[in-house]
Protein backbone atom coordinates (compact mmCIF):
# COMPACT_ATOMS: atom_id res chain seq x y z
CA UNK A 1 0.00 0.00 0.00
CA UNK A 2 1.23 3.79 -0.78
CA UNK A 3 1.65 5.38 2.67
CA UNK A 4 -0.19 8.84 2.91
CA UNK A 5 1.88 11.70 3.82
CA UNK A 6 -0.28 11.74 7.25
CA UNK A 7 1.27 8.69 8.25
CA UNK A 8 5.07 9.59 7.68
CA UNK A 9 5.17 11.37 11.01
CA UNK A 10 3.84 7.89 12.60
CA UNK A 11 6.46 6.04 11.20
CA UNK A 12 9.36 8.70 12.05
CA UNK A 13 7.98 7.90 16.16
CA UNK A 14 7.52 3.89 15.74
CA UNK A 15 11.36 4.11 14.26
CA UNK A 16 12.54 7.04 17.02
CA UNK A 17 10.80 4.96 19.99
CA UNK A 18 12.21 1.53 18.84
CA UNK A 19 15.34 3.10 18.57
CA UNK A 20 15.45 4.38 21.84
CA UNK A 21 13.76 1.55 23.78
CA UNK A 22 16.84 -0.15 21.97
CA UNK A 23 19.54 1.92 23.38
CA UNK A 24 21.83 1.41 26.47
CA UNK A 25 23.32 4.39 27.91
CA UNK A 26 26.91 2.78 28.09
CA UNK A 27 26.89 2.85 24.36
CA UNK A 28 25.67 6.12 24.15
CA UNK A 29 27.98 7.75 26.34
CA UNK A 30 31.00 6.08 24.12
CA UNK A 31 29.56 6.79 20.78
CA UNK A 32 28.91 10.47 21.83
CA UNK A 33 32.50 10.34 23.22
CA UNK A 34 34.18 8.94 20.13
CA UNK A 35 32.16 10.77 17.64
CA UNK A 36 32.99 14.27 19.28
CA UNK A 37 29.18 14.35 19.02
CA UNK A 38 26.43 17.07 19.53
CA UNK A 39 23.77 15.09 19.28
CA UNK A 40 21.73 12.99 21.72
CA UNK A 41 22.80 9.35 21.31
CA UNK A 42 20.66 6.49 22.10
CA UNK A 43 23.16 3.51 22.05
CA UNK A 44 22.38 1.85 19.21
CA UNK A 45 24.65 0.36 16.60
CA UNK A 46 24.30 0.19 12.71
CA UNK A 47 22.86 -3.09 12.69
CA UNK A 48 20.28 -2.75 14.89
CA UNK A 49 19.44 1.13 13.65
CA UNK A 50 18.84 -1.15 10.24
CA UNK A 51 16.79 -3.80 11.40
CA UNK A 52 14.15 -1.36 12.88
CA UNK A 53 14.09 0.79 9.89
CA UNK A 54 13.29 -2.45 7.53
CA UNK A 55 11.11 -3.87 10.28
CA UNK A 56 8.96 -0.69 10.43
CA UNK A 57 8.82 -0.06 6.78
CA UNK A 58 7.94 -3.94 5.54
CA UNK A 59 4.90 -3.45 3.10
CA UNK A 60 5.20 0.15 2.99
CA UNK A 61 5.36 1.53 -0.29
CA UNK A 62 7.13 5.23 -0.76
CA UNK A 63 6.92 7.50 -3.56
CA UNK A 64 9.34 10.06 -4.09
CA UNK A 65 7.67 12.90 -2.22
CA UNK A 66 7.05 9.70 0.71
CA UNK A 67 10.41 8.93 1.13
CA UNK A 68 11.50 13.12 1.04
CA UNK A 69 9.21 13.69 3.72
CA UNK A 70 9.72 10.25 5.93
CA UNK A 71 13.90 11.56 6.02
CA UNK A 72 12.84 15.05 6.91
CA UNK A 73 10.71 13.78 9.52
CA UNK A 74 13.51 11.35 11.17
CA UNK A 75 16.39 13.81 10.54
CA UNK A 76 14.38 16.31 12.41
CA UNK A 77 13.82 14.00 15.66
CA UNK A 78 14.52 15.29 18.52
CA UNK A 79 15.73 14.16 21.87
CA UNK A 80 13.78 12.99 24.65
CA UNK A 81 15.38 11.43 27.25
CA UNK A 82 15.44 13.95 29.33
CA UNK A 83 14.60 17.83 29.62
CA UNK A 84 17.99 18.78 28.37
CA UNK A 85 18.19 16.59 25.66
CA UNK A 86 14.78 17.95 24.30
CA UNK A 87 15.05 19.97 20.56
CA UNK A 88 18.34 17.74 20.29
CA UNK A 89 18.36 16.01 17.00
CA UNK A 90 19.03 12.24 17.65
CA UNK A 91 22.24 10.35 15.99
CA UNK A 92 20.21 7.35 15.22
CA UNK A 93 17.35 8.81 13.97
CA UNK A 94 19.66 10.82 11.23
CA UNK A 95 21.43 7.52 10.88
CA UNK A 96 17.88 5.68 10.15
CA UNK A 97 17.22 8.75 7.34
CA UNK A 98 20.62 7.97 5.56
CA UNK A 99 19.17 4.40 5.47
CA UNK A 100 16.02 5.42 4.08
CA UNK A 101 17.46 7.42 0.99
CA UNK A 102 20.02 4.13 0.67
CA UNK A 103 17.27 1.75 0.74
CA UNK A 104 15.08 3.98 -1.55
CA UNK A 105 17.91 5.39 -3.75
CA UNK A 106 16.47 4.63 -7.04
CA UNK A 107 13.89 6.67 -6.20
CA UNK A 108 15.99 9.92 -6.48
CA UNK A 109 18.02 11.62 -8.48
CA UNK A 110 19.74 14.67 -9.39
CA UNK A 111 16.79 16.86 -8.49
CA UNK A 112 17.47 16.05 -4.70
CA UNK A 113 20.74 17.07 -4.58
CA UNK A 114 19.62 20.54 -2.21
CA UNK A 115 18.38 17.73 0.07
CA UNK A 116 21.55 15.54 0.10
CA UNK A 117 23.54 18.86 0.36
CA UNK A 118 21.87 20.17 3.44
CA UNK A 119 22.03 16.87 4.86
CA UNK A 120 25.79 16.51 4.36
CA UNK A 121 26.38 20.09 5.77
CA UNK A 122 24.12 19.30 8.59
CA UNK A 123 25.74 16.10 9.67
CA UNK A 124 29.60 17.19 10.61
CA UNK A 125 30.65 13.62 11.27
CA UNK A 126 32.11 10.96 9.20
CA UNK A 127 29.42 8.43 10.44
CA UNK A 128 26.86 10.21 8.33
CA UNK A 129 28.33 11.93 5.99
CA UNK A 130 30.29 8.51 4.54
CA UNK A 131 26.86 6.56 4.06
CA UNK A 132 24.98 9.63 2.51
CA UNK A 133 28.25 10.47 0.03
CA UNK A 134 29.23 6.94 -0.78
CA UNK A 135 26.39 4.58 -0.62
CA UNK A 136 23.60 7.28 -1.58
CA UNK A 137 24.78 9.60 -3.64
CA UNK A 138 27.86 7.60 -5.22
CA UNK A 139 25.68 5.14 -6.97
CA UNK A 140 23.03 7.96 -8.05
CA UNK A 141 26.08 10.10 -9.65
CA UNK A 142 27.37 6.88 -11.29
CA UNK A 143 24.38 6.91 -13.62
CA UNK A 144 23.26 10.19 -13.76
CA UNK A 145 25.28 12.99 -15.43
CA UNK A 146 23.29 15.72 -13.72
CA UNK A 147 25.52 14.84 -10.82
CA UNK A 148 28.60 16.03 -12.63
CA UNK A 149 28.46 19.80 -11.95
CA UNK A 150 27.48 18.89 -8.35
CA UNK A 151 30.57 17.32 -7.70
CA UNK A 152 32.55 19.97 -9.25
CA UNK A 153 31.10 22.39 -7.23
CA UNK A 154 31.13 20.28 -4.18
CA UNK A 155 35.06 19.42 -4.52
CA UNK A 156 35.80 23.32 -4.01
CA UNK A 157 33.54 24.13 -1.40
CA UNK A 158 34.62 25.78 1.76
CA UNK A 159 33.14 23.16 3.99
CA UNK A 160 35.77 20.35 3.89
CA UNK A 161 32.62 17.24 4.84
CA UNK A 162 31.79 18.40 1.49
CA UNK A 163 34.44 18.30 -0.58
CA UNK A 164 34.87 14.96 1.50
CA UNK A 165 31.83 14.04 -0.09
CA UNK A 166 33.07 15.05 -3.52
CA UNK A 167 35.61 12.37 -3.24
CA UNK A 168 34.05 9.44 -1.54
CA UNK A 169 30.74 9.74 -4.67
CA UNK A 170 33.63 7.64 -6.40
CA UNK A 171 34.45 4.88 -3.85
CA UNK A 172 31.94 2.22 -4.51
CA UNK A 173 31.93 2.77 -8.58
CA UNK A 174 35.62 2.65 -8.52
CA UNK A 175 35.87 -0.45 -5.98
CA UNK A 176 33.83 -1.91 -8.30
CA UNK A 177 36.23 -1.82 -11.41
CA UNK A 178 34.21 0.77 -13.05
CA UNK A 179 33.94 4.71 -12.16
CA UNK A 180 35.37 7.74 -13.32
CA UNK A 181 38.79 7.75 -12.24
CA UNK A 182 39.80 10.58 -14.24
CA UNK A 183 37.31 12.49 -12.93
CA UNK A 184 37.94 11.46 -9.05
CA UNK A 185 42.19 11.40 -9.76
CA UNK A 186 41.54 15.37 -10.90
CA UNK A 187 39.75 16.58 -7.80
CA UNK A 188 42.03 14.24 -5.36
CA UNK A 189 44.96 15.97 -7.32
CA UNK A 190 43.77 19.32 -6.46
CA UNK A 191 43.17 18.26 -2.77
CA UNK A 192 46.20 16.07 -2.02
CA UNK A 193 48.25 18.68 -0.15
CA UNK A 194 45.58 19.46 2.25
CA UNK A 195 46.11 19.20 5.74
CA UNK A 196 42.64 18.49 6.81
CA UNK A 197 42.55 14.19 7.77
CA UNK A 198 39.40 13.83 6.80
CA UNK A 199 40.20 15.21 2.81
CA UNK A 200 43.66 13.32 3.37
CA UNK A 201 41.76 9.53 4.67
CA UNK A 202 39.36 9.55 1.96
CA UNK A 203 41.91 9.80 -1.21
CA UNK A 204 43.58 7.05 0.51
CA UNK A 205 40.36 5.32 0.76
CA UNK A 206 39.19 5.68 -2.27
CA UNK A 207 42.87 5.13 -3.94
CA UNK A 208 43.03 1.85 -1.75
CA UNK A 209 39.88 0.40 -2.69
CA UNK A 210 40.73 0.96 -6.69
CA UNK A 211 43.57 -0.71 -6.17
CA UNK A 212 41.90 -4.13 -5.29
CA UNK A 213 41.22 -4.23 -9.06
CA UNK A 214 43.31 -2.00 -11.07
CA UNK A 215 46.68 -1.49 -8.80
CA UNK A 216 48.64 -0.45 -11.53
CA UNK A 217 46.60 2.63 -12.33
CA UNK A 218 46.56 3.63 -9.21
CA UNK A 219 50.56 2.93 -8.74
CA UNK A 220 51.07 5.24 -12.51
CA UNK A 221 48.34 7.60 -10.87
CA UNK A 222 50.43 8.24 -6.98
CA UNK A 223 53.90 7.45 -8.29
CA UNK A 224 54.57 11.47 -9.50
CA UNK A 225 52.81 12.44 -6.57
CA UNK A 226 54.24 10.58 -4.06
CA UNK A 227 55.97 13.75 -2.35
CA UNK A 228 53.00 15.56 -2.17
CA UNK A 229 50.88 13.04 -0.09
CA UNK A 230 50.35 12.84 3.54
CA UNK A 231 51.41 10.03 5.75
CA UNK A 232 47.89 9.30 6.18
CA UNK A 233 47.30 9.23 2.48
CA UNK A 234 50.18 7.04 1.67
CA UNK A 235 48.98 4.36 4.17
CA UNK A 236 45.92 3.61 2.70
CA UNK A 237 47.42 3.83 -0.76
CA UNK A 238 49.91 0.79 -0.35
CA UNK A 239 47.67 -1.81 1.33
CA UNK A 240 46.58 -3.18 -1.86
CA UNK A 241 49.68 -2.80 -3.78
CA UNK A 242 52.55 -4.93 -4.55
CA UNK A 243 55.47 -4.96 -2.35
CA UNK A 244 57.54 -3.37 -5.15
CA UNK A 245 54.86 -0.75 -5.84
CA UNK A 246 55.13 -0.19 -2.30
CA UNK A 247 58.42 0.22 -2.00
CA UNK A 248 58.74 2.07 -4.56
CA UNK A 249 55.86 5.03 -3.86
CA UNK A 250 57.70 5.18 0.07
CA UNK A 251 61.04 5.79 -1.62
CA UNK A 252 59.82 8.48 -4.25
CA UNK A 253 57.84 10.21 -1.28
CA UNK A 254 60.95 9.89 1.08
CA UNK A 255 63.54 11.03 -2.00
CA UNK A 256 61.63 14.03 -2.77
CA UNK A 257 60.83 15.14 0.77
CA UNK A 258 64.49 14.90 1.43
CA UNK A 259 65.46 17.00 -1.76
CA UNK A 260 62.96 19.72 -1.04
CA UNK A 261 64.07 20.02 2.42
CA UNK A 262 67.90 20.28 1.92
CA UNK A 263 67.06 22.59 -1.21
Not at 98 to 106: A, C, N, R, S, Y
Not at 143 to 157: G, I
Not at 158 to 165: A, E, G, N, T
Amino acid sequence: MTTAASSLQSLAEVIESELRDRGTSVRATKERAYLKSDLVHYGVGVPGTRAVVATTLRGVELDHDGIVALVEALWNSTGALDDASRGTPVYECCSAATMVLIQTKDHLGAGDTDLFERLLRQSRTWALVDPLAGDAVGPLSEHDAKFAPVLERWASDDDFWIRRSALLAHLRPLREGRGDFERFSRLADAMLEETEFFIRKAIGWVLRDTARTRPEMVFDWMLPRAHRASGVTMREVVKHLSPEQRNALLAAKGTRRSRAGSG
